[in-house]
């Protein structure tokens, strides 16, 4: 940030600059301020586990990545704004209506989670992989199942009860790149439903919640 900046970094002239010089001076050397990109905390353990799981598949083939079932869940709001989206405006325009977004801070409109949504190891094991993992797997005896670290997954029983069901994982490191091609169907969803506007169009959160209090 410019106020650390000016704060480690000394004058020319002066023991200390100001976080302003420090803006102009990036300015004029064609850096713009933007967010920083939020990513996971790794410690050594971590980063050891991911090199190991890469030199671990590197040299698996196309055949063997087909074996996988890769598995993964995801919530689809139906209502929601765009963290992204900037407006220009002048400085008394803040509040005025087009240069505001209408935000239901209850989450009005509600979400879907596709797969299963805060399961805990109970329901993960009975609705999930009872009725629909297991039978596919061992229909499939050369499929290896792939989920990640979520404590419904990793919970003993879970283990116990995969293992004694025949069923294979492949290890996942913890706090892992995500690699799962999954994700690419998540994001495809995810923009249709966000270009989906007949819903936004004629919900109101405030005439929902006041029938529910009904």
């Not at 709001?77 to 935000?103: F, M, S």
């Not at 790149?177 to 959160?205: C, G, K, M, Q």
Request: glycine fraction near 4%.
């Amino acid at each position: 940030m410019a106020t650390t900046t000016a704060r480690v970094t000394p004058g020319t002239h002066n023991p200390s600059i100001s976080a302003q010089t420090v803006r102009n001076r990036l300015r004029e050397a064609g850096l713009r301020a933007c967010r920083p990109v939020v990513r996971q905390v790794l410690t050594r353990h971590h980063q050891q586990q991911r090199r190991l799981w890469a030199q671990t598949h590197l040299r698996w083939t196309r055949q063997e990545w087909q074996k996988v079932l890769f598995t993964d869940e995801p919530p689809f709001c139906l209502t929601r704004g765009d963290g992204r989206i900037r407006v220009y405006r002048r400085r008394n325009e803040r509040y005025t209506e087009a240069c505001t977004l209408e935000r239901d801070r209850f989450g009005g409109g509600g979400s879907v989670m596709v797969w299963g949504g805060n399961l805990n190891a109970l329901r993960y094991k009975e609705d999930i992989l009872l009725p629909h993992v297991v039978p596919f797997m061992h229909a499939h005896p050369d499929m290896i199942l792939q989920k990640d670290n979520a404590t419904s997954h990793t919970a003993r029983s879970v283990r116990e009860f995969l293992h004694d069901s025949n069923v294979s994982v492949l290890p996942w490191p913890a706090k892992s790149l995500d690699l799962n091609p999954i994700e690419h169907v998540w994001d495809l969803l995810d923009r249709r439903n966000t270009a989906y506007a007949p819903f936004s169009a004629f919900y109101n959160p405030s005439i929902d919640r006041a029938q529910t209090e009904e």
